[in-house]
């Protein structure tokens, strides 16, 4: 399977981002260790500034515009934490931004994109409306649109995850990781393989509106209706042309696994109870799955824990019912 990445573009990614882009700590969880049997190891990407691992790759694509491209500044749709990063990296350059989100976003992301200085439209009721107007911006004012992930440059930088997780636990047999449009298992996954391909890679997600999953299954990206789900951030539609990640999703991606909503919201009460850690649903997909699997025994595993931007109030209702 062609991919159209190298692996050093991975590294020459590492290299670009450096300066904006801090190693995140790898975490042996002792009590998932205790309930699964395995070794488990939370690889930490909700400690970047920003919040989630959506910073490498936004910074790789960014830092890799040409300088007239740069004035004329980004645009891009986004969940949220594409955005957030998006607009981190354009105030660190000081270059205009606008992010384009879809009425689903939670106010929590809202605010902090306002605060990161970005213009915010808010459009339509998914990610493809959103990507639209990005288009239209592109069209009209010569915005560079920034991808959230089927974009070389957006993969490569969410590639440097697993250099670094080769590093930190260089044992592992099989790495966990949530899955939306692909970006970050196509990055993480591609480096995994090309080391060891015995290296398991499986991707989790919610139940409903799983786009990848279903696209994977009708052997064609489809369209998916968005639905409520504490795990916001994998909202949103893969591409009907998509290029990059659904080919290397296909190609990489050992097993695909939907998880349960009752499962995802026990995974981010176990974090936090255990690990003292507040992350959003996405990044407890992850520990959802975990917590109701029974062929981890004696395996090294690494979950990536993806991102931390959640409602205040969304874990204080989680706490309530629980």
Known sequence: ???????????????????????????????????????VHLKLEHTHPTGSFKLRGAANKILSLPEEDLKKGVT??????????????????????????????????????????????????????????????????????IKPFDDREIIAGQGTIALEIMEQCPDVDEV?????????LSGVAFVMKSIEPSILVTGVTMQKGAVMQESLAKGKPVILEESYT????????????????????????????????????????????HHKMVV???????????????????KNVVVVMTGNNIDHQAVTDLLAKS
């Not at 591409?239 to 909503?261: C, I, Q, S």
């Open 280 to 298: 959003e649903g996405a990044a407890a997909t992850g520990i959802g799955h975990l917590l109701h699997c029974n062929d981890l025994q004696g």
């Open 230 to 273: 504490l795990a916001d951030s994998l909202l949103g539609g893969i591409g009907t042309e998509n290029r990059y990640t659904f080919p290397m999703t296909k190609a990489f991606m050992d097993k695909g696994v939907l998880v349960e909503e009752t499962h995802i919201e026990e995974g981010l009460i176990f974090t936090l109870e």
């Open 76 to 145: 891009t749709f986004s969940t949220g934490n594409h955005g957030i990063s998006v607009a981190y990296i354009a105030a660190q350059l000081g270059i205009p931004c606008t992010v384009c989100i879809s009425n689903r976003v939670p106010e929590a992301k809202v605010n902090r994109l306002k605060k990161l200085q970005a213009g915010v439209e808010i459009v339509g009721k998914s990610q493809d409306d959103a990507e639209a107007r990005c288009t239209e911006l592109e069209r009209d004012e010569g915005m560079t649109v």
């Open 176 to 184: 966990i990781i949530p899955l939306s449009g692909g970006g970050l």
């Open 1 to 39: 399977m062609m991919t159209s990445l190298s692996f050093r573009e991975v590294w020459e990614a590492k290299s670009r981002i450096a300066s904006f882009v801090q190693s995140t700590p790898i975490l042996y969880s002792e009590p998932l260790s205790e309930r699964t049997g395995a070794r």
